[in-house]
T-cell receptor, first 112, second 112 residues
Framework: NAGVMQNPRHLVRRRGQEARLRCSPMKGHSHVYWYRQLPEEGLKFMVYLQKENIIDESGMPKERFSAEFPKEGPSILRIQQVVRGDSAAYFC??????????FGQGTRLTVV | RKEVEQDPGPFNVPEGATVAFNCTYSNSASQSFFWYRQDCRKEPKLLMSVYSSGNEDGRFTAQLNRASQYISLLIRDSKLSDSATYLCVVNMRRGSQGNLIFGKGTKLSVKP
């Protein structure tokens, strides 16, 4: 039973490009959470999704950021027109909605 | 009041010491509680769930006080390998759905 899979592990983008981060939850999990972590800082909640639904996006910046979790396939966190301040580690976690969440290894985004 | 608030740390303790971390949460309807551990540049991993009756796992003891909306983690006989950031996590009700909200973490450094 594979754990939460995130890819890519490392992503380098030039300012103005788009970044797409993927997260495949653990088998049997239909709840996905995205978090951002800046160096030396804590995890900051971004968005909580279930299949085909955004449950809570209160942590998402109003512009340039979007997330989806389609019926088939991984959850995608999309950042348009990236800026240097978007450089961070982005972690995805999944759960069955009742118990603990399990994390992927994260995607480290560097904007140059 | 922040949704999940932890001791700021850092905690620097000698090997063998006992150390306690505290965490408060704002939503009285919160249903489940966890402690996670995060090593530098790695993903958070579940350390233990926190039950109303309190629970113990080896050198680690977690307690929950619902009336005071307070969670604690006690580590006895600290080891060098316990050095990490400890994250308090609350499944916090928002409307009909829960959401996993992380505290900012408390950094522990165990010295020889």
């Amino acid at each position: 039973n594979a754990g939460v899979m995130q890819n890519p592990r490392h992503l380098v983008r030039r300012r103005g490009q788009e970044a797409r981060l993927r997260c495949s939850p653990m088998k049997g999990h239909s709840h996905v959470y995205w978090y951002r972590q800046l160096p030396e800082e804590g995890l900051k909640f971004m968005v909580y999704l279930q299949k085909e639904n955004i449950i809570d996006e209160s942590g998402m910046p109003k512009e340039r950021f979007s997330a989806e979790f389609p019926k088939e396939g991984p959850s995608i966190l999309r950042i348009q027109q990236v800026v240097r301040g978007d450089s961070a580690a982005y972690f995805c976690a999944s759960s069955d909605g009742q118990g603990e969440a399990f994390f992927g290894q994260g995607t480290r985004l560097t904007v140059v | 009041r922040k949704e999940v608030e932890q001791d700021p740390g850092p905690f620097n303790v000698p090997e063998g010491a006992t150390v306690a971390f505290n965490c408060t949460y704002s939503n009285s309807a919160s249903q489940s509680f966890f402690w996670y551990r995060q090593d530098c540049r790695k993903e958070p991993k579940l350390l233990m769930s926190v039950y109303s009756s309190g629970n113990e796992d080896g050198r680690f003891t977690a307690q929950l006080n619902r009336a005071s909306q307070y969670i604690s983690l006690l580590i006895r006989d600290s080891k060098l390998s316990d050095s990490a950031t400890y994250l308090c996590v609350v499944n916090m009700r928002r409307g009909s759905q829960g959401n996993l909200i992380f505290g900012k973490g408390t950094k522990l450094s165990v010295k020889p």
